[in-house]
């Protein structure tokens, strides 16, 4: 039992230890991140006329919050292994976004990302069968 406590207050998550550091899961939990381009697997490259408009928030509880345009969600993350990322169910408004938008994009495509990479500063989200990926930068704060 004093194994775990010691545990428990050295990660900083007991309560009262504001001053210990932030655990970050995998490194990005506890980050905001905005799109800076998406690369297809056929080399095609997507970039937003607002990378404000398109953002990543990750908690260290597993929830997630999202911009995509004009559109808010909120749903879960989970690490299933090394760099190995999983999204659950977005729950998403819906409004219709002037154009051009790559909402429609991301909002299909959210499902499909199976990995991640924090390479120079940025983020990386990997779709499955190398079809693709997100760049993201950090928001500033």
């Known amino acids: 039992m004093k194994r775990l406590l010691v545990l428990v207050m050295t990660l900083g ?4 230890c504001s001053s210990a550091p932030k655990l970050q899961l995998g490194g990005i939990g506890d980050t905001s991140w905005q799109l800076v381009q998406f690369q297809g697997g056929d080399g095609a490259v997507l ?5 404000t408009k398109y953002t990543v928030a990750f908690t260290n509880n597993g929830n997630v919050s999202v ?3 004009c559109n808010r969600g ?11 990322l999983r ?11 002037p154009q051009p938008t790559l909402h429609d994009h991301l909002a299909k495509q959210w499902p499909m990302i199976r990995s991640y990479t924090v ?3 940025h983020l990386y989200l ?3 069968a190398n079809s693709g990926s997100y760049e993201f930068e950090p928001v500033p704060k």
Do not use: H, V, Y
């Open 67 to 69: 911009r995509f345009d």
């Open 126 to 128: 990997a779709l499955m």
């Open 47 to 51: 970039t937003p006329d607002d990378k």
């Open 74 to 84: 909120r749903g879960t993350w989970i690490l299933n292994g090394p760099n190995e």
């Open 13 to 16: 998550i007991s309560a009262g």
């Open 119 to 121: 390479k120079s500063g």
């Open 87 to 97: 999204f659950g169910p977005l729950a998403i408004t819906r409004a219709m976004c």
